[in-house]
Nanobody, 115 residues
Framework: QVHLVESGGGLVQAGGSLILSCAAS????????MGWYRQAPGKQRELVAIITSGRMRNYADSVKGRFTISRDNAKNAVYLQMNSLKSEDTAVYYC?????????WGQGTQVTVSS
């Protein structure tokens, strides 16, 4: 079992920045993928960015050039630096940990961008 705790969400003006953090604990495997997904009201959950334990990254087209995902393997943590935020980035952001065919999700953190 893996437990994820997210932090860093909040209210920010358009053009501003936020950093999301997610720490994993429990049965951590050295080979894993961690990432961020988001879900806006009335929409499906979508991928924002993922990073493997080997630090290969993948981003949604909508955030490329604005968001940066990173991780600290020693801390089992993943981060999302969000710059140039737009109103359409408003959503609940969820951390995900995936390994050995199992997916684990955090409780979500709200990001609200005011225009």
């Amino acid at each position: 079992q893996v437990h994820l705790v997210e932090s860093g969400g909040g209210l920010v003006q358009a053009g501003g920045s936020l950093i999301l953090s997610c720490a994993a604990s429990g049965s951590i495997f050295s080979t894993n993928t961690m990432g961020w997904y988001r879900q806006a009201p009335g929409k499906q959950r979508e991928l924002v960015a993922i990073i493997t334990s080997g630090r290969m990254r993948n981003y949604a087209d909508s955030v490329k050039g604005r968001f940066t995902i990173s991780r600290d393997n020693a801390k089992n943590a993943v981060y999302l630096q969000m710059n140039s935020l737009k109103s359409e980035d408003t959503a609940v952001y969820y951390c995900k940990y995936a390994t050995e065919g199992h997916d684990y999700w955090g409780q979500g953190t709200q990001v609200t961008v005011s225009s």
